[in-house]
Structures are given as structure tokens and as C-alpha cells.
């Protein structure tokens, strides 16, 4: 391993973009400086963790002042990476594929979906949000000839693994996996699970949880 290359902390990683979206809103508003114990406030957080959290991004806040609210929103998205644009192929061009291929939002956060592919004959050569379908055939060449790393995976379960591994084979360092199946590549790579499965049981059982509340009690 490279001894320049640092590991941060992941809840850190996943708990900044938050501070970016809070920040945003700060901007918007006309608001020039922040503290971290206002953002901590905000965000239900302890005011020591999310000064930590800002640390690593290396930029230093005014004693009793804060942090000026673009000079943050700068350093956050430089951190992250998102000023950067990184390229990435999509691979199922299912309704998650379309909806994703239309979502303008990434651009924002630095990713930008410069391919979509798909197996099925219906659909490759047909135009989605402005791109064409493209076979599957092809994109382990085209990954290795655009240098692509990030691979956006919403294919069913079944085909999950083989397209992964194509998407390996093309050079792709880093996949975002909207599938439920449990992805065996090798360690060097980068996989990040969308598990909307998960989460949507999270979120039924706390509804239910809340109803039952809601519910007067006999006697």
C-alpha cells in the first residue's frame, strides 16, 4: 500500500455530505461563517464529532468565528473528490437504470455517466436520457479504452456476478451495486451495496412501530 495513502474513517466519509447539504442551505440563505456546534445542532450530532469530521478535509476554522460557509462547501467537495468529474459506465438499463440515467443531480457530487449497456436486443440501440444503449459485448473494451473506473451495476440478481466480473475485466476499480446478490471480486476492489431492501425494512418496521403507538391502550 502506498504509505501517502490515508484511510479515513467511513461513517466519516458518509456523514460529510450531509454537512454539504446543510452548508448549501447556509449559502443560499446568505449566511457567511458556521460553527461546527450550529451544524452539530442542525443535524442532531456532537459538536466534537463533527469538528473531527471537518479536519480531515484539512481546512482550519477563525478561533470563535467558525468556518466561512464557501471556504467549507469548497474544501468538502475538493475533499470528496467532487470537483473532479469521474467517469462511469451503467450497466441495466431496467426502471433503476433510467431513473439513475436521468438523475442530473450526480453531476454535482462529480459523476458523471458517460455509457449505459444492456444485454437485451430490445433495448440496445434505443436512446435513454441522451445515451445510446450499448451491448454489454462491448463495454470491457470501451472501459479499458476511456480508462473508465467506476461501474454503476442495476441488473437482476442472476446476472449480477458475470457483469461485475466484465466490468473487472474492462479495468473498473470501483462498482456501485444496486443489486441484492453479494458481489466475489477481487480485494483491490472498491464496492459500495445499495441495499434499498434494507432500508425500506427499516423504514416499514418503524412505521409500523409508530401506528402500534398511535393505537389507544385498554384499560
Known sequence: ???????????TLRRLPAYHRFLKI???RGRPVVSCTHIATELGLDPTQVRKDIQVTGIVGKPRVGYLVPELIDAIETFLGWKNSTDAFLVGVGHLGTALLGYGGFREYGLNIVAAFDKSPEKIGTQVHGREVQSVDSMAELAQRMHILIGILTVPADSAQDLADLLVFGGIRAVWNFTPVKLHLPPAI????????ASLAVLSNKLAESLKADVPQEG
Open 1 to 11: 500500500m502506498d504509505d501517502n495513502v490515508r484511510a479515513f474513517p467511513e461513517p
Open 26 to 28: 447556509l449559502a443560499a
Open 190 to 197: 472498491i464496492v459500495e451495496n445499495v441495499q434499498l431492501s
